[in-house]
T-cell receptor
């Protein structure tokens, strides 16, 4: 069964800290992996997308890495800000005819001012 | 570009009634649309995949007669929750993929509350 797990489930850090969110997936034959941000009661905002052939992607203070062989991805947030507080979801696309996304369990991040 | 809208954003209905949620791709033609459900403090769970002009494919455990999906055009898919019950209260999110593409674009979600 294809499962995606995220740890930690919740994280609270003081403003300015660098932090790492983890995502693991059981089936390494992925097509791509995507990180999303979700604010309370809102939809999803796509942050970064990594193709299976890539090792990392960067956007501003965010850096996502991918290690297919170990079934892991990390999202690194540098110099965290209170505005980064949200739930972060990773999602794996196994491609094929359906292009279904399998979502992880999410990490609730709180950045304290 | 690649904007997906949902309507309504919030709906409250009485138990036993039916509710329709619309998902529209505003600036592209969506050959495939997905419907997800998200319970409080949980992740998104895929309910069904719909392709324009054909029947939806439901995930295991999702009742197709209860959650009716229609994808009649390349820009509109609807999800109808029939005979809603309080346990159907959830956040429903749709996404869409353009022809030949693979990236899903997500709508803002619809909060359904069944009283």
């Amino acid at each position: 069964k294809q499962e995606v797990t995220q740890i930690p489930a919740a994280l609270s850090v003081p403003e300015g800290e660098n932090l790492v969110l983890n995502c693991s997936f059981t089936d390494s034959a992925i097509y791509n992996l995507q990180w999303f941000r979700q604010d309370p009661g809102k939809g999803l905002t796509s942050l970064l997308l990594i193709q299976s052939s890539q090792r990392e992607q960067t956007s501003g203070r965010l850096n996502a890495s991918l290690d297919k062989s170990s079934g892991r991805s990390t999202l690194y947030i540098a110099a965290s800000q209170p505005g980064d507080s949200a739930t972060y979801l990773c999602a794996v696309n196994y491609g094929g005819a359906t292009n279904k996304l399998i979502f992880g369990t999410g990490t609730l991040l709180a950045v304290q001012p | 570009g690649a904007v997906v809208s949902q309507h309504p954003s919030r709906v409250i209905c009485k138990s036993g009634t039916s509710v329709k949620i619309e998902c529209r791709s505003l600036d592209f033609q969506a050959t495939t649309m997905f419907w997800y459900r998200q319970f409080p403090k949980q992740s998104l769970m895929l309910m069904a995949t719909s392709n324009e002009g054909s029947k939806a494919t439901y995930e295991q455990g999702v009742e197709k007669d209860k959650f009716l999906i229609n994808h009649a055009s390349l820009t509109l898919s609807t999800l109808t929750v029939t005979s809603a019950h309080p346990e159907d209260s959830s956040f429903y999110i749709c996404s869409a993929i353009g022809q030949g593409a693979w990236e899903q674009y997500f709508g803002p979600g619809t909060r359904l509350t069944v009283t």
